[in-house]
């Protein structure tokens, strides 16, 4: 059952339209607005910096070690979001991983479609490798779009022969760009974080040209052989609830070592809501413990 504060924020979205119909310009702006005063940590540093040519947030909390790194990768349906916008969650996880976190702003569609971000994320992640961050204490992390851009990226690292991370976290992964999935079909799947129209709105914008089905744009067409462990959280109460799943039992079939968190009644990217929700702050907690598992 949701906690009441849960269920207070769902509640406060109801009626709210989903970002991605209209104006892009409208859509981020909105997004940057809503995120603006969420709470960041005591103490956290957060700096602007250059991440392989691709501007990103190193994001810092008292205690953190400098050597364990999270690159994160934020949702917004590749269309909006910024490492601004998920400060506060990035600074969050620094601090109850105590890992240094580089928050990463990769090009959004439609003026940069597929695979720019996919391009960016690579960029930044051999960057953290040349200034001497070790593969075995490198985590890809990353919430909705993000989080099927951290399998998208995983799978490139796999395929272009780089090292790769320790391992792979995943919040409510986008990893189907056309919304095929039963959850996101069913007219009796009530999420109030997505709408399925606007979802595959921001999908065509994203791959454009290209493939919607190219596995670095939709990772669940993807082979997951021989990528490392990954942590997946997802509420039943979401559109994306089978993109997670669907991901989870292909990885698992490749011989992937999946920890899946399947919670019941939670909107989509719940970890997103702050310390005030106990549900959120049990996912970050699991979050730490991962990382702490696999790149201790």
Do not use: N
Not at 46 to 72: F, H, K, M, Q, W
């Amino acid at each position: 059952m949701p906690s009441p504060q849960h269920e207070a924020i769902v509640q406060a979205m109801a009626g709210q339209s989903s970002p991605g119909l209209g104006s892009v310009e409208e859509a981020r702006a909105g997004m940057e607005a809503m995120t603006a005063t969420a709470p960041i940590p005591d103490g956290a540093s957060i700096e602007s910096v250059d991440a392989g040519g691709v501007p990103a947030l190193a994001i810092s909390t008292p205690g953190a070690d400098p050597e364990r790194v999270v690159l994160y990768l934020h949702g917004g349906g590749y269309v909006i979001g910024s490492a601004k916008t998920h400060r506060s969650l990035v600074a969050r996880i620094s601090r109850d991983a105590g890992v240094r976190c580089v928050s990463l702003d990769y090009r959004l569609a439609p003026e940069h479609p597929f695979p720019a971000a996919v391009d960016d994320a690579l960029a930044a992640y051999r960057h953290l490798l040349a200034s001497g961050v070790e593969p075995s204490r490198l985590v890809v992390a990353g919430d909705s779009a993000g989080g099927g851009l951290t399998l998208a990226t995983l799978l490139a690292l796999r395929d272009a022969g780089d090292p790769l991370p320790a391992a792979g976290v995943c919040y409510s992964p986008w990893t189907d760009l056309e919304g095929t999935g039963p959850s996101a079909t069913d007219p009796a799947t009530d999420d109030p974080m997505v709408e399925l129209e606007p979802l595959r709105e921001m999908g065509r914008r994203y791959y454009g040209a290209s493939d919607p089905r190219h596995p670095l744009a939709a990772p669940l067409y993807g082979d997951f052989t021989g990528l490392p462990p990954l942590l997946i959280f997802v509420g039943t109460r979401e559109l994306l609830l089978d993109d997670a799943t669907r991901v989870a039992d292909k990885a698992r079939g490749a011989g992937v070592d999946v920890t899946l968190h399947v919670e019941t009644g939670l909107i989509h990217v719940w970890p997103f809501l702050g310390d005030d929700v106990p549900e959120a702050a049990k996912a970050l907690a699991q979050t730490a413990e991962f990382i702490q598992k696999h790149a201790g």
